[in-house]
Structures are given as structure tokens and as C-alpha cells.
């Protein structure tokens, strides 16, 4: 019997990994002789970063960055066990968790650090940058980020434009002519799970920057900058990227990362899966476990467990989710490959007592998931 271990991170509690970890203990506990295999996965928010490198056994770097305010924080970022790929996430440098509440102001926040991050990654000589751009602090269209790569943005004088959405609008020539070079060289592959356009009621402005401290007055501001920053964009770069899928995710980044290194926007599970080589891992493999912190009816929108599905089913492998808690129509994940979900819950407790248990209760439910499976083996 051979069993596939494929599950995300439990949010605030354990890494992909140490899931990994708590499962298999509960199945050895039934029986030893059970080969169980590890493949820690992300879909390409927060922890895709320790995924991916626990998963190639590669290395997190850290690095000192410019913050969402312009301040300095520690960031990181990391290189793939094969060393050629590096993996990023832009919340690491230019996150919401990084600006305190009330000085969130997504009108004055920029992308720079973002920028630092890829240009310290091209010093390894990656050939490929994965990038998942989830939880931003910013509505800067990725100008920052340009920015840190070399892009100027000049006003009318020819002055460079300071940093955030609030600056958009004075934009009137684009400079690519000093970008960093070895950008060129590199595939940039950005985990993109939503298709906002850049500008309009669906847009960057609109939908993500009020949760970022902007009111209606500026989300209105926000987004006439979008537009004017599409249209120079378009005008000189010859680039209309407002209705790329996914332009408007994470401020607009989506845009900037396509209009000045040529990203591709891609749906981030998907990435990962290919990264890591999940099917040609499928060999021989009788049945597939995967999981994450909240199973519900978002997750069949891009979500690790939904991803592992569909490519278990694509092989006739049985699929069973663990989650830490279940909500509001989570049987719609029953259509989409999973064959069954259990909670590790097992008695009214709070959060915190839940989350700390964690671990033990992963264990725990393991153990009787993989007893009640072997029965049916056995009949």
C-alpha cells in the first residue's frame, strides 16, 4: 500500500510540511509497513514560500527590503532545491500584515520591496521566478516593484514619480532603458487565483483597495489612476494589459508584472503542481491525502486540495481532505475529486485550544481514516 501525502498548510498553526508530518505518524501508528510519501503544497498565497522549499529541499534567504511605507523589513525568499528557481511571495515585502492599521493608505503604499526580491533572486541566476502575489498592501500597478528593477516613471518635468497609487496620474513617459537585464533571461510564472481587470467596478480600486484604508473618494482617485496608467502603458509599450485576467490582483501588480517582464498569470495551484512534478509522483500510488486549514465552498476556486484532485482523478487515485475546520458548502468539493473530507475537530473547544492541538488532532484522525479505508480493503 502506497499513500501520496499532498496537503497545504494549516493557517496559524502548522507548515505543509509539518502536516505531513502529524499524518504519516497517525498511519504508521495503524500499521508500519505502509509506504507514505511527503509532497508538502501550496496554491501560491501565504506559505507557498516553505512549500516549495521543504518539498525540493531547497533554502529560504532572507533579505532586508523596502516596505510597503518605505520603510525597511525583513523579507525572504526562496531558492528550489534544483537551484534554478526561485519562489516569491510579494506579501513578504510589500504585505497588509506589514502596515499597521491606521496607517494603512493604499494611495501612498508601494511595490518596491516586491522589486528588491526579484532583483536579489536574479543574482542567483534562476532561471525561473515564481511569484504569487496574494494579501498586498498596495494599488500601484507594480510601479514600485518596475521601480526597484530599473523602470523609470517620469512627470513632465522628467523627475522620477514618488511611490504609490496616489502617483500614478503624474506618470507621462516610461523609461525601460536602465531595467536590469537579466530579467530577460528569466521566466516569470505569477500565482494569480482571481480575474479582476486593472480598472473599473471590478478592478484593483474597487474591489481589493477599501480593505487596504481606502475610502470611496479615494478608491474613485484610485482608479482614474489605473486607467491613466494603462493608458501611458499602452500608448508606449503598446501593451493594453487592463483586461488581462488577473490584472487587477494585488493592486494592480498583476498588470505591472506583465506590461515590464512579460509574466504569465497562471492559476497558482497549478504551478506549484508543475513544479514539483505531481504526476509523475502519482506512480503506483493507491491513495492520495490532502487538506488545508478551512475547507468550504471557496475552496473549489483554485484551492490545494481541489488542484490535487483533479490530477488524482485524471489517474483513477482515490482522494481524502482533511481540514482543520469545514464550512458553509463544503460538499461542493465532493464534485470536483474529492472523495471524502473529515474535520480533525473532536469536541466543542476554542480556536485557540484547536489550533494548538493541532498536530495531535491531525494524528489522531489520521490513524482512523486509514483504519476505516484498510477495512473496506479488506472486504
Known amino acids: 500500500m502506497k499513500i501520496l501525502l499532498a496537503p497545504d498548510s494549516f493557517k496559524d ?21 505502509i509506504i507514505v510519501n511527503s509532497l508538502p503544497m501550496a496554491d ?4 507557498t514560500v516553505q512549500s516549495l522549499v521543504d518539498a525540493t ?20 525568499y526562496g531558492l528550489l532545491g534544483n537551484e534554478n528557481t526561485a519562489v516569491i511571495e510579494m506579501a513578504s515585502a510589500s ?39 496574494g494579501g498586498s498592501a ?3 500597478a507594480g510601479v514600485g516593484m518596475a521601480q526597484a528593477l530599473g523602470v523609470e516613471f517620469l512627470d513632465q518635468n522628467n523627475n522620477e514619480v514618488g511611490f504609490g497609487g496616489e502617483k500614478l496620474k503624474d506618470i507621462k513617459k516610461i523609461n525601460m532603458k536602465n531595467m536590469d537585464q537579466r530579467i530577460n533571461n528569466v521566466e516569470i ?34 482608479d482614474n489612476n489605473l486607467r491613466h496608467f494603462n493608458h501611458v502603458v499602452k500608448k508606449q509599450l503598446n501593451k493594453n494589459v487592463n483586461q488581462i485576467e488577473g490584472a487587477g490582483a494585488a493592486g494592480g501588480l498583476g ?13 497558482g495551484i497549478e504551478i506549484i503542481l508543475d513544479i514539483v512534478s505531481f504526476d509523475q509522483k502519482l506512480k503506483d500510488v493507491d491513495l492520495i491525502i490532502t487538506g488545508e486549514g478551512m475547507l468550504d465552498e471557496q475552496s473549489v476556486y483554485g484551492k490545494t486540495p481541489i488542484g490535487v484532485a483533479k490530477r488524482a482523478r485524471k489517474h483513477e487515485i482515490p482522494v481524502i481532505a482533511i481540514a482543520g475546520s469545514l464550512g458553509k458548502g463544503v460538499d461542493k468539493v465532493l464534485k470536483k475529486g474529492i472523495d471524502s473530507y473529515f ?12 489550533i494548538n492541538r493541532t498536530d495531535k488532532l491531525l494524528t489522531e484522525i489520521s490513524e482512523q481514516i486509514i483504519r476505516t479505508y484498510m477495512l473496506n480493503k479488506q472486504e
Open 13 to 33: 498553526s502548522l507548515t505543509a510540511k509539518e502536516v505531513c508530518e502529524s499524518i504519516e505518524k497517525g498511519i504508521k501508528n495503524y500499521r508500519n509497513d
Open 44 to 47: 501560491g498565497g501565504e506559505g
Open 57 to 76: 529541499d531547497g533554502k529560504i534567504v532572507n533579505k532586508v527590503v523596502t516596505g510597503p511605507l518605505g520603510n525597511k523589513v525583513e523579507a525572504f
Open 95 to 133: 504585505g497588509l500584515p506589514l502596515v499597521p492599521e491606521s496607517k494603512r493608505d493604499p494611495s501612498k503604499t508601494t511595490t518596491y520591496g516586491t522589486g528588491e526580491l526579484i532583483k536579489a533572486a536574479l543574482s542567483h541566476n534562476v532561471e525561473k521566478i515564481i511569484l504569487g502575489i
Open 138 to 140: 498596495t494599488t500601484d
Open 189 to 222: 510564472l505569477v500565482a494569480c487565483d482571481v480575474d479582476n481587470p486593472l480598472y473599473g467596478k471590478k478592478g484593483a480600486a474597487y474591489v481589493y483597495s477599501p480593505q487596504k484604508g481606502a475610502d470611496q473618494k479615494m478608491v474613485e482617485k484610485l
Open 255 to 267: 498588470a505591472g508584472l506583465v506590461a515590464f517582464l512579460d509574466a504569465e498569470l497562471k492559476n
Open 343 to 354: 474535520s480533525i475537530v473532536d469536541k466543542p473547544d476554542s480556536l485557540e485550544n484547536i
